[in-house]
């Protein structure tokens, strides 16, 4: 720490954050059990993002969160005197993720987009649907896996997930149609909005920890997590969601 008020500050509101728990998948598996989403998401090149594994770094992810500011929509921050930058560059290196920073950061404006239209084309049963609420619980099975990778993994939260968001819907929406998302802007408004609210539980730990790997973090005696069993979207997952008998 630079001094001790920064070291109070980070162990007054930061050393006790919540980090997002991870998950990770196998886009050829899921095509193997005959599902036809994963197309949707290599068109988003998310693949190498959503089958990222290995470890994560608690302490310093709560370091790189506690410090960081907004340089024109870019996150930064300096952990272990390296200066750590969410651009496009870093998050294509660390997790093939691209973006055009052409384009707003979520929610995106496309005029033609209605969420409950976008919702209704997603159930199984039209009849027995609650409109009042976005459950994905009655969705198509290709569509509700897609709800359920936004919700853990594209724009993760920590409680909630099987209600969707109107940005959720949108997120859809905009991948089912095959256009081109600015990743680079969907990660940075994410971290933004866990640093700007007060307790607020942390995304993307095995994104930033590969970044701090890349960059050369000095990463000798700090905690690490692995990941493990539990971690992975497959077939007990499924079954936990009632998709697999």
């Known amino acids: 720490f630079a001094d001790k008020e920064s070291q109070e500050y980070y162990f007054e509101w930061y050393a006790r954050r919540r980090i997002i728990p991870l998950k990770t998948l196998k886009l050829d598996w899921f095509k193997s059990e005959g599902f036809s989403f994963p197309p949707f998401l290599e068109h988003q090149e998310l693949g190498k993002f959503l089958e990222l594994e290995g470890l994560y770094y608690p302490d310093l992810i709560r370091l790189f969160l506690c410090f960081t500011s907004s340089n024109e929509g870019i996150m930064q921050s300096v952990v272990k005197s390296k200066l750590i930058k969410l651009d496009g560059p870093t998050l294509k290196e660390a997790a093939g993720l691209s973006g055009t920073r052409s384009m707003k950061p979520q929610p995106f404006n496309f005029g033609d987009f209605e969420d409950l239209t976008t919702f209704r084309d997603c159930q199984r049963n039209l009849e027995t649907t609650n409109y009042n609420k ?112």
Request: with cysteine; proline share 3%.
């Open 134 to 245: 976005f459950l994905a619980g009655g969705m198509k099975k290709n569509s509700r896996l897609i709800s359920f990778i936004i919700a853990w993994m594209l724009k993760p939260r920590l409680h909630n997930h099987a209600q969707m968001s109107r940005d959720d819907i949108l997120l859809m929406h905009v991948i089912k149609k095959k256009e081109k998302i600015d990743w680079v802007s969907v990660v940075n408004d994410c971290i933004w909005k866990a640093r700007r609210k007060e307790d607020g539980p942390i995304p993307y730990a095995l994104l930033l920890s590969k970044i701090f790997e890349k960059a050369g973090v000095d990463l000798h005696g700090e905690k690490k997590i692995i990941l493990h069993a539990s971690n992975k979207i497959e077939k007990s997952s499924l079954h936990h969601m009632g998709m697999l008998k």
